[in-house]
């Protein structure tokens, strides 16, 4: 997050011209003057940053879809007159009307070909206890390089918590201590009572083994074998995996796709505790944004890691911050977390 913030910084000092691609909300609306929207089978230059983007193209549609319906009341009322009196004296009022009809007919309004995945996490009828887990005194290292140094956390039922920090601090070797898949070398980790978790990894080969010659929903099957065909179904078509696409092979999927299939795995689980790693990395924004709704909305507690500044603002009412100096939590949003970092470092120097 700090290298975007400096990249941000950069490219807006740059007097020359920019054109970039991203799926970080937050970066694009920082840099960008112009948002070059691919849509509708062509591409629309919006005046702006992305946000301004969304509105616009929002209103355009919403004035298209106005004018539309205004036609279609108009040609009732002239549809009316027309079968009122076709067959009598006013024949010549009626051929206005048919023409009138045939020049109102509204075109067909082409289909937006952005599709944004529809995640809602439903969490257990299983209420768990206050304490979500505690973990005492982990420590972790890796030959000699230590990661994790003596560090202990309680989370509470509701907690959502947002991870950020630097790459190669630790904060995967943490979720995946707090997930049971990678024990720690000192310390322990007691998760509280009727906790039931869904982990999302940062490595997408520690859930799904694409040497497997299998498709999307027999993988589904396999994860929960007593679902329903029509639910898993309704899962990938939720993720954007209609029709035919749910007997996709695994091995062929993209980052993306694969991202979504995980998603769709935590959507079938049970769970009341989400711990997600960098989930972001490989999705486009719509699904970051659909994702970042879903994790706000959740009733359950959450942990997430990512470097995406727009996601951690949606959901995290606490921050885990992996600093240079050690760990720690900010019982607060993000936003305030970096003006409050932001004045010590100021003060310091």
Not at 41 to 54: A, K, L, R
Not at 236 to 260: C, H, Y
Not at 275 to 281: A, K, Q, R, T
Request: aromatic share 8%; charged share 25%.
């Amino acid at each position: 997050m700090e290298s975007i913030s400096w990249l941000e910084d950069f490219l807006k000092s740059y007097t020359g011209v920019l054109i970039v691609v991203s799926h970080d909300r937050h970066f694009l609306n920082a840099v960008t003057t112009h948002i070059a929207d691919i849509d509708y089978e062509t591409v629309i230059i919006y005046p702006g940053n992305y946000d301004d983007m969304i509105v616009a193209k929002d209103a355009v549609r919403a004035r298209s879809d106005a004018d539309a319906k205004s036609k279609e009341k108009k040609i009732a009322q002239l549809q009316d007159f027309v079968s009122k009196f076709r067959s009598g004296t006013r024949a010549s009022q009626v051929q206005s009307r048919l023409k009138e009809i045939e020049r109102l007919q509204p075109q067909d309004l082409k289909k937006s070909n952005i599709q944004r995945p529809y995640i809602r996490f439903i969490p257990s009828d299983k209420q768990p206890g206050q304490v979500i887990l505690k973990a005492a005194g982990l420590k972790k290292a890796y030959g000699e390089h230590p990661v994790i140094k003596n560090f202990s956390l309680e989370m509470h039922r509701g907690d959502k918590i947002g991870v950020i920090g630097n790459n190669g601090r630790g904060k995967s070797t943490l979720l995946k201590m707090l997930a049971g898949a990678l024990q720690p070398d000192f310390g322990k980790i007691e998760p509280g009572y009727n906790v039931l978790t869904s982990y999302f990894p940062q490595s997408h080969s520690e859930t799904i083994d694409k040497s497997q010659p299998i498709t999307l929903f027999d993988w589904l099957k396999n994860v929960k074998p007593n679902s329903y065909d029509q639910d898993l179904r309704g899962v990938l078509g939720k993720m954007l995996f209609g029709g035919d696409d749910a007997f996709k092979k695994i091995g062929g999927l993209s980052g993306g796709e694969t991202a979504r299939l995980i998603i769709g795995k935590m959507l079938l689980e049970e769970h009341n505790f989400l711990i997600l790693d960098e989930p972001n990395n490989h999705l486009d924004l719509e699904a970051v944004s659909a994702l970042g709704w879903a994790l706000e909305e959740y009733k359950g507690t959450v942990i997430c890691a990512s470097h995406d500044r727009d996601l951690i603002s949606r959901f995290a009412t606490k921050i885990l911050a992996f600093t240079d100096t050690g760990i720690e939590l900010y019982d607060g949003p993000l936003d305030e977390y970096l003006t409050v970092r932001a004045s010590r470092v100021g003060a310091t120097k």
